[in-house]
């Protein structure tokens, strides 16, 4: 059974602290893993799609790196927007287009 | 350019009623999903369609629980009758036939009292 574990469930920071969050998942066939950003009230925001080990990508303060057992989301001298929380899920190659979703990190980035 | 568009945003029964979700994904998305969020089970695949065809309803909880999609503009999800248990964020999300990437909708927030 695919499994997706997150880590740390919450994390509070202040502005410009840096600081990285983890997504480790145990799955067969890995098609891609997915980060969103999810604020409160609203749905999950789609960030990045890594495909396999060593990619990475950036946007903004973010960057996404992908290992064959997990993958970090590097936040780098947060602001207060960055404040959310953060989705990791995964699509393995049994499962078509089925997204597994981690329980998410609850980001807080103090001013 | 749209979003997913999903209605009603709120969506407040009482127990025994029929609700009806809707939604209508990104235009030329031919994958639409249905998710459920809730504290203890984060989120969760109900079913999903590809060209208007569900493909997978193994998430579906019970039979209280169907999902059509009559066009590729229009889906619908509904409980009836509805529990407690059913109160939850139920989400819509739609993906093009390219990309894996899944685009969320807003979320219908459903209170069953």
């Known amino acids: 059974e695919d499994q997706v574990t997150q880590s740390p469930e919450a994390l509070r920071l202040q502005e410009g602290e840096s600081s990285s969050l983890n997504c480790s998942y145990t799955v067969s066939g890995l098609r891609g893993l997915f980060w969103y950003r999810q604020d409160p009230g609203k749905g999950p925001e789609f960030l990045f799609t890594l495909y396999s080990a060593g990619e990475e990508k950036e946007k903004e303060r973010l960057k996404a790196t992908l290992t064959k057992k997990e993958s970090f989301l590097h936040i780098t001298a947060p602001k207060p927007e960055d404040s959310a929380t953060y989705l990791c899920?995964?699509?393995?190659?049994?499962?078509?287009?089925?997204?597994?979703f981690g329980s998410g990190t609850q980001l807080t980035v103090l001013p | 350019d749209a979003g997913v568009i999903q209605s009603p945003r709120h969506e407040v029964t009482e127990m025994g009623q029929e609700v009806t979700l809707r939604c209508k994904p990104i235009?030329?998305?031919?994958?639409l999903f249905w998710y459920r969020q809730t504290m203890m089970r984060g989120l969760e695949l109900l079913i999903y369609?590809?060209?208007?065809?569900?493909?997978?309803d193994s998430g579906m909880p019970e039979d209280r629980f169907s999902a059509k999609m009559p066009n590729a503009s229009f889906s619908t999800l509904k409980i009836q009758p509805s529990e407690p248990r059913d109160s939850a964020v139920y989400f819509c999300a739609s993906s093009s036939g390219q990309g894996l990437e899944q685009f969320f909708g807003p979320g219908t927030r459903l209170t069953v009292l």
């Open positions: 899920a995964v699509q393995t190659s049994g499962s078509a287009r089925q997204l597994t």
């Open positions: 369609f590809n060209n208007n065809v569900p493909i997978d």
């Open positions: 235009s030329g998305h031919d994958y």
